[in-house]
């Protein structure tokens, strides 16, 4: 699928679909079945550089991946379950019998020393385990009704075989402004775009689900979550957020760009 909206913002990459598929691309790229220490978004900027990219429910990065693209509540198998993980995001499992005693076991397992810091003193993204459960319990932690989850260049998708759900880009802060305007330009009211607090991958994945199944689909920005901007820093994304569209406002807002402020000579400034 061609986009104008693309060519209009002179992007670096490729904007990113998401699909649901029973049958994985032919050359796909994927983590190794039990991977649990990697990150989704590792594989999104794999596909931003033209790559197809699948995940299924034996290899989807890390455990907050696997609930970011809609494979089920896998934080319960994170070391000590959601409590564990509740305790991981806010101030840490050390001052819990259970989860001091999982800690002092990765230390003699082996475990990287940062993970096992983190494990018993927190991240400190929550300022306490009971917020950290909100912020769980107020995720839409789904099931795909599909095997794999299927990330590809938007060029490459048929949308008529593919069905994309939603579809990212990959901008700096000229090109999201631009898609900021563009999100609101067809549409009363200052809010059709949303920056939600959550994981990155969490942003692209269920709660662009969450807007595509809606009536009023917004669409959002992320790659706020600094454990994200931390681990991609090499990969060309240091000075980049993403913007997610549900596809079918994606498609709204492309037949949007022709007559719009993208020929205007403010634009043409910016990007000229």
């Known amino acids: ?19 649901y598929s029973d049958t994985k691309p032919e050359g796909a790229v994927q983590f190794a079945p039990g991977t649990v220490t990697s990150c989704v978004m590792f594989l999104f900027a794999s ?35 959601v409590p564990g993980f509740c305790r ?31 494990f018993l003193h927190g991240e400190l993204y929550k300022k306490s385990p009971e917020l950290a459960d909100q912020f769980v319990a107020d995720l839409p932690i789904m099931e795909i009704p599909a095997r794999y ?71 959002m920005v992320g790659m706020t979550d600094i454990s994200a901007r931390k681990n991609l820093k090499g990969q060309g994304m240091a000075d980049k957020l993403t913007f997610t569209a549900p596809f079918r406002r994606l498609c709204e807002m492309e037949s949007q760009v022709p007559g719009s402020f993208f020929e205007r000579t403010t634009w043409g400034s910016i990007v000229s």
Do not use: W
């Open 1 to 19: 699928m061609e986009s104008l909206i693309a060519k209009a913002l002179h992007l670096e990459t490729e904007p990113v679909a998401i699909c």
């Open 47 to 81: 596909a931003l550089r033209g790559k197809t990219v699948v995940f299924d429910r034996e290899s989807y990065g890390c455990f907050g991946g696997g609930v970011g693209i809609g494979l089920g509540n896998t934080y319960e198998q994170f070391p000590g379950g």
């Open 88 to 118: 991981f995001l806010s101030n840490g499992n050390e001052s819990d019998p259970v989860g001091n005693a999982i800690g002092e076991g990765m230390k003699t397992a082996g475990v990287p020393g940062q993970f096992v810091d983190q």
């Open 149 to 219: 989850v299927v990330m590809r260049p938007l060029s490459q998708i048929v949308p008529e075989r593919d069905k994309p759900v939603s579809v990212s880009f990959l901008v700096n802060p000229d090109q999201l402004s631009a898609l900021v305007i563009l999100a609101n330009y067809d549409r009363p009211g200052q809010e059709n775009v949303a920056i939600p607090y959550a994981a990155a991958c969490q942003v692209i994945g269920i709660l662009s689900y969450k807007e595509a199944a809606s009536e009023r689909q917004r669409c």
